[in-house]
């Protein structure tokens, strides 16, 4: 077994900066026409060529997921915060089309873990907060499912959160991309103790369940960024996040790429390695290689390309 790069970002930690060149030039390299051609059994990229038509589709999949469900045969959607976009959009489709949603199941895929337990809605941060006020609590009461179907993950029900995976069926979980290749917050681990020579592998990554979570640096930066006005200080440092074995017992895994959120290498890196069936921990999103129904969903404009230039 080679050894492996320290990484680039910290030492401490395992990242995609650990990788091998040859695969992150390769990554680099890729235009929009060699992304669409990674398509391949399992594994669906889409484009969409107007952030209205992006964010409309991504809305759809809660709504047309909803409808599905049943008292017999109970479905939901796990869905994230980052993207939002979508969720008011969700809202604005079942009250307009009067779609009864009162059976779905809404499963929330992450929340900031402080002081001992989930951060309380009246956090500014609080991803519970957000989608009630985004969505939730938009959805005509007469239309809505109940707060029951509800299932916002705090410190205390991590473990009936992930059972109820056996009992609902996910037909969805919806995500983004974090720069440091997540879904939800399943982050690389940290450089340490039996995991300093080679990160986990892909079959023991897998086995990893709803938990609290060690926030990578990158992670901190970029909600710093996007969320926080740049209050790296401010952002917490760990988290509660849905595993890759709930992942697994999803029928569908979505992801969506604006553009905004992982950066043009980063959104060219995950198609290639799930593509070719290059699973490595060190990049979390690569280890959906091994899923048998991934979507991939670009905003044409917000791939970009990865030349190298001053501003």
Request: overall charge negative; proline content about 6%; some cysteine.
């Amino acid at each position: 077994m080679s050894e492996r790069k320290m990484s680039s970002i910290n030492n401490g930690w395992w990242d995609y900066t650990t990788l091998d060149d040859e695969l992150l030039q390769d990554a680099a390299k890729l235009s929009v026409r060699d992304i669409g051609e990674l398509s391949r059994p399992g594994f669906t990229i889409h484009f969409y060529d107007s952030m209205e038509e992006f964010h409309v589709a991504e809305a759809m999949e809660y709504v047309s997921t909803w409808a599905k469900s049943t008292d017999d045969s109970p479905a939901g959607i796990c869905g994230p915060i980052g993207p939002t976009e979508q969720l008011p959009l969700v809202a604005r489709i079942v009250n307009d089309m009067e779609i009864d949603v009162s059976k779905g199941h809404f499963w929330a895929m992450d929340e900031w873990y402080v002081n001992g337990r989930e951060v309380p809605e009246d956090h500014p941060l609080s991803f519970t907060r957000a989608d009630k006020e985004l969505c939730f609590d938009r959805i005509e009461k007469k239309l809505k499912m109940p707060d029951s179907n509800l299932h916002f993950l705090r410190a205390d029900n991590m473990e009936a959160y992930s059972s109820l995976y056996d009992d609902v069926k996910c037909l969805v979980m919806q995500g983004g991309q974090g720069e440091v290749k997540h879904w939800a917050f399943n982050d690389p681990l940290p450089r340490s103790g039996k995991y300093f020579e080679q990160p986990p592998s892909p079959e023991e990554y897998r086995k990893l369940t709803t938990r609290i979570v060690d926030l990578h640096p990158l992670t901190i930066v970029q909600n710093a960024r996007t969320s926080g006005a740049g209050q790296v200080h401010a952002v917490p440092k760990k988290a509660i996040s849905v595993g890759p074995r709930e992942t697994w017992k999803s029928k569908k895994i979505s992801i969506w790429h604006p553009g905004v959120h992982d950066n043009v290498f980063g959104i060219r890196l995950t198609a290639l390695m799930i593509s070719k069936n290059i699973a490595d921990s060190s990049v979390p999103m690569s280890l959906l290689a091994g899923h048998p129904n991934v979507h991939f969903h670009y905003y044409r404009p917000g791939i970009g390309s990865c030349e190298t230039e001053m501003h």
